[in-house]
Nanobody, 124 residues
Framework: QVQPVESGGGLVQAGGSLRLACTFSGRTFSSSAMGWFRQAPGKEREFVAAISWSGGTTSYADSMKGRATISRDNAKNTFYLQMNNLKPDDTAVYYC?????????????????WGQGTQVTVSS
């Protein structure tokens, strides 16, 4: 099974930046894209961004547009989420996962191979 590992989270002041990383041990035969989701206490897990395995196509949640960049390093089998101008509302546990569908897929049930998550805390 593909077992991703997230890293790069931490405590940052509002307006600051973080770069999250997700490393996969391998790719399933049917996977098409990988994405970032986040979940704050008492809230549902929500879509943040996605990127195709080739890295040629990306998709972002409206709240992330203009503030985030998703990318990947094929040689390292790792993809990243660079987040700038962070806000307290960005505080959440961030997870990476894969989907058999393309980057337009935002439904939780269509993603699998979830990582353990990395905590992002933005203070005001």
């Amino acid at each position: 099974q593909v077992q991703p590992v997230e890293s790069g989270g931490g405590l940052v002041q509002a307006g600051g930046s973080l770069r999250l990383a997700c490393t996969f041990s391998g790719r399933t035969f049917s996977s098409s894209a990988m994405g970032w989701f986040r979940q704050a206490p008492g809230k549902e897990r929500e879509f943040v961004a996605a990127i195709s395995w080739s890295g040629g196509t990306t998709s972002y949640a409206d709240s992330m547009k203009g503030r985030a960049t998703i990318s990947r390093d094929n040689a390292k089998n790792t993809f990243y989420l660079q987040m700038n101008n962070l806000k307290p509302d960005d505080t959440a546990v961030y997870y990476c996962a894969s989907t058999r569908n393309g980057v337009s897929e935002r439904r939780l049930e269509r993603y699998g191979s979830w990582g353990q998550g990395t905590q992002v805390t933005v203070s005001s």
